[in-house]
Nanobody
Framework: QVQLVESGGGSVQAGGSLRLSCAASGRTFSSYAMAWFRQAPGKEREFVAAINWSGSSTYYADSVKGRFTISRDNAKNTMYLQMNSLKPEDTAAYYC???????????????WGQGTQVTVSS
């Protein structure tokens, strides 16, 4: 069992930066692949980025590639999402998830956080 808690969301102007954190409980954090998803009002939850258990492999949606960086610190049971050059279209609730592999489909993940809101104004 893994419990996930996101933090770091907020309101920024376009071009700004934010760093999201996802803190995990339990001793098995390092055995899970982790991912970030986001969901805007009226839209489906979409893949943002994923990372394998060791952090050696990362995957990004085309819409965030080159602007966002996913990372993890297994000693701290924490995953991060550094978001730079934010755009208004990045506005959404951001969720972290844990699963067996770094999939891009939300249905493949077993555990979810409660979400943190990111709002980017133009």
């Amino acid at each position: 069992q893994v419990q996930l808690v996101e933090s770091g969301g907020g309101s920024v102007q376009a071009g700004g930066s934010l760093r999201l954190s996802c803190a995990a409980s339990g001793r098995t954090f390092s055995s899970y692949a982790m991912a970030w998803f986001r969901q805007a009002p009226g839209k489906e939850r979409e893949f943002v980025a994923a990372i394998n258990w060791s952090g050696s492999s990362t995957y990004y949606a085309d819409s965030v590639k080159g602007r966002f960086t996913i990372s993890r610190d297994n000693a701290k049971n924490t995953m991060y999402l550094q978001m730079n050059s934010l755009k208004p279209e990045d506005t959404a609730a951001y969720y972290c998830a844990a699963g067996p592999q770094p999939y891009t489909r939300p249905s493949k993940y077993d555990y979810w956080g409660q979400g943190t809101q990111v709002t980017v104004s133009s």
